[in-house]
C-alpha cells in the first residue's frame, strides 16, 4: 500500500511538472549557446543530395513538385530539361552558411498537414538545463508571386518520447524582396526524470498555391546565460597577433550572468580550428597563462563554459562564450640580398621581398627613403657607398632582417676632349678625346668622321656639327662630353642699303657678312672704325664705301659697296640789289644748287608769282617776264624734294 502510493504520488509530481513545461512561453535563446547535440546541415555536394533520413516527404532527384522534396546547393536545378526557377521562385546559389557547395532542404510543401523533419535526441539530455531548438527557413516565393500565395507556416514542437508536448511555436515565415534566412527556435528547460526529447518541424499551411521553402541548419543545444570575454577586461575582444618566438603574458577575463543556481566554469583551448580540450584546473573567471618562445605557429583560440554544477563535466551541458583568438604568426621569410653595384650618376634599384612594410639601412637612406619599395637611389656618388640592410615586417607585424650586403659604386671616367675647332668648308680637322682606364670610345654621330671608334678621328663636316663622345671604362661605367666643329663656306657681304644725310650729320653703315671674321671698309674717310661691321660715318660729301671681309681662316673674301648721300646746308639771304653795280646783284642761295630736284618759288606781297625755279643753276636777278621788279619785300617758298619741311621766309629787293 505504502509502494502505490508513493508511486501515485511521483506520478502526480511528475503531471504537475508536466503542466509546468506546457504552460511555459516558448522563446529564443538570448545567451550563449552550447555545442550542438543535434546539428542536421544536410551536408555538401553536387546537386543533388541524398534523401534525409529525418523526414518523411517525397524526395525526389530534380525540381520538386508539391509534396515533394530535394537536397541541393542551389534551387537553379532543372527537371526533364527546364529550369526549376519559372520566375516564382527566388534563385538561391548558396546555403545558409554561404557555402556554394552546402545542402539545404527545398520544399515544395503537400496540400495537406506533413512533416518535415523528425528526430530523437541520441544523448542524455542534463537536468536544470535550458535547450534551444532552432532551423533557418528561407521562403521561396517572389514579391511578384507572394499576392494571394500561402506563405510557409512551421510548427517547431519538442515532445517527450510517449509525445506528450514540451515546448512548441508556431512561425509564419512572410514574403521578403529578396532572398532572406530567419531563425526559428523554441526553447525548454528539462524537467524532472526526462533525458531524452523528439524534436519535430511540421507544415501547418496548405501547399498547392506557395508554400514553398527552404529549410538548413537545423540544431538542438544547450541554451545559458550571457557569456562575455575579453582580453583583461570584457570589452577588449579583438584578435590578437603575436610573433613566434615572442613572450607575451595574457589575463583572459569571464563574465558569466544569472541563470545558474550553481554555476561552474571550465576554460577550453583549440589550435588551429581543432578539437576543443578543457585545460586542467582552470576553472575560475580569470585565465592567466604566458605564450613561450617556443610555442609554434597557428591559431589559438580560448573560450569558457559554464554549467549547472551537477552538469559541467557532460558537454551536452555546458554553454560557451565566443572565443577568443591569439595568432601565433610566421616572421617573413627575406631572401638574401646579394651585393649590388652601380656606376656614379646613375641609378640603383634596391628590392626586397617577403613582408609589406620594409625599412632600409644604409649611407644613402634618408627619412625620405628609407621604407620605399623597391628602393631606387638616384644620381648616386660614392658617398652612398658602404654596407646595407632591410628591415621586412609581415602583415601581421612580425620582422625579420636581412642579411647585411655592400653596395659599391663604381666610378666614370674622367674625359678630356679637344678645344672647339673651326674650319674651312671641305677641310678638315682631328678631333680627340682621353680618359684613363677607358676601354671604349664612340662618337655620334658618325657622319664626317672617319673612325667613330677610335679616340681622335678625323672630322669633315658639311656644315657645323656638334660631336658627343661616349667612353666606358673597366666597371662598364661611362660619361660623355662634346666637341664642335665649326664649319666656315665661302664669306658674303653686304654693305646695306644706301645712306642720306645732311651736311654735318652721322649715319651707322649695316655692314652684315657670313663666313667670316675679318671686316675693312675702304676708304676710311669720316669713319669711326673701319674694321667693324657697323660703323659710323660722318662724311663731308657724298661718298662710296667698299666693305671687304674674310676669314682668319682664309676661307675667300667677298666685297659690298654703300653709296651715301651727303646734302649740303643752305644758307639763304634776306636781300639783294640787282643794281648792276657789280656787287650783290644776284639772290645768290648758298648749296642750293646741289638739289636738282628742288623747286623754288616767290610771290610778291598780293600773292603773284613772280619766280620759278627747278633746281638753282641760274640765281634770281630780281626780274619777272625780263623786266626789272621795283624793290620790296618778296616771298618766297623752297622744296627740296627730299620729304624734308619746306624752307618759308621773306627776300627784300633794293635797287
Known sequence: ??????????????????????????????????????????????????????????????????????????????????????????????????????????????????????????VPLCQKTTYEFSAYVLNLLTPAASGGANQPKLKFTIETITGAPLATITKTIDPTTTPEWVKCSVTFATPGNIDKVVLKIENQAPGGNGNDLLLDDIAFRACGPVIQLGFNSITATAPQNICIGETHAYDLVAQIGEGYDDVRRQWQRRVDGGTWADLSNETSNILKFTTTPDMPVGSYQYRIAAAEAENINSLTCRTYSEPLTITVNPKPVVPHMEPAAACEGGALTLNATGGVVYEWHGPGIT???????????????????????????????????????????????????????????????????????????????AAGLSDPASSNPVANPIETTTYAVTVRNANDCSDTKTVTVNVLGNPSADAGADKKIFEGQSVMLNGAAQNANIFNWTPATG?????????????????????????????????????????????????????????????????????????????????????????????????????????????YIIDLKLGSPKLTGWVLIVN
Not at 38 to 60: D, E, K, Q, R, W
Not at 387 to 403: E, K, Q, R
Open 1 to 122: 500500500m505504502r509502494s502505490y502510493t508513493l508511486k501515485l504520488l511521483l506520478l502526480l509530481l511528475f503531471a504537475m511538472a508536466l503542466n509546468r513545461v506546457k504552460a511555459q512561453d516558448p522563446v529564443i535563446c538570448k545567451g550563449s549557446l552550447g555545442d550542438p547535440v543535434i546539428n542536421v546541415t544536410f551536408g555538401a555536394g553536387a546537386n543533388f543530395g541524398p534523401p534525409s533520413p529525418y523526414s518523411t516527404m517525397l524526395y525526389v532527384a530534380g525540381c520538386p513538385d508539391d509534396n515533394f522534396y530535394t537536397i541541393v546547393n542551389s534551387t537553379d536545378v532543372k527537371n526533364g530539361g527546364s529550369n526549376c526557377i519559372p520566375g516564382n521562385w527566388f534563385s538561391v546559389p548558396q546555403d545558409h552558411t554561404g557555402d556554394p557547395n552546402g545542402y539545404m532542404m527545398f520544399i515544395n510543401a503537400s496540400y495537406d498537414a506533413s512533416e518535415f523533419f523528425k528526430q530523437v535526441t541520441d
Open 367 to 445: 627619412q625620405v627613403n628609407k621604407n620605399q619599395n623597391p628602393l631606387q637611389l638616384e644620381n648616386i656618388t660614392p658617398a652612398i657607398q658602404g654596407n646595407y640592410s632591410v628591415d621586412v615586417t609581415s602583415a601581421s607585424g612580425c620582422t625579420s632582417s636581412s642579411n647585411t650586403f655592400p653596395v659599391t659604386v663604381n666610378l666614370k671616367p674622367v674625359i678630356t676632349v679637344s678645344n672647339t675647332a673651326t674650319v674651312c668648308k671641305g677641310n678638315s680637322v682631328t678631333i680627340s678625346a682621353s680618359a684613363p682606364g677607358a676601354t671604349s670610345y664612340s662618337w655620334s654621330p
Open 527 to 635: 669713319l669711326s672704325d673701319p674694321h667693324v661691321l657697323n660703323p659710323i660715318a660722318t662724311p663731308g660729301d657724298d661718298i662710296t664705301y667698299l666693305l671687304t671681309v674674310s676669314s682668319a681662316q682664309n676661307c675667300g673674301e667677298a666685297t659690298s659697296s654703300v653709296f651715301v648721300k651727303v646734302y649740303h646746308k643752305i644758307v639763304i639771304p634776306n636781300a639783294f640789289s640787282p643794281n648792276g653795280d657789280g656787287y650783290n646783284d644776284f639772290w645768290d642761295i648758298e648749296a642750293l644748287v646741289t638739289y636738282p630736284q628742288s623747286l623754288l618759288t616767290v610771290f610778291n606781297r598780293y600773292g603773284q608769282q613772280v619766280f620759278k625755279s627747278i633746281g638753282y643753276d641760274k640765281p634770281w636777278k630780281g626780274t619777272y617776264n625780263g623786266a626789272k621788279l621795283p624793290s620790296g619785300t618778296y616771298y
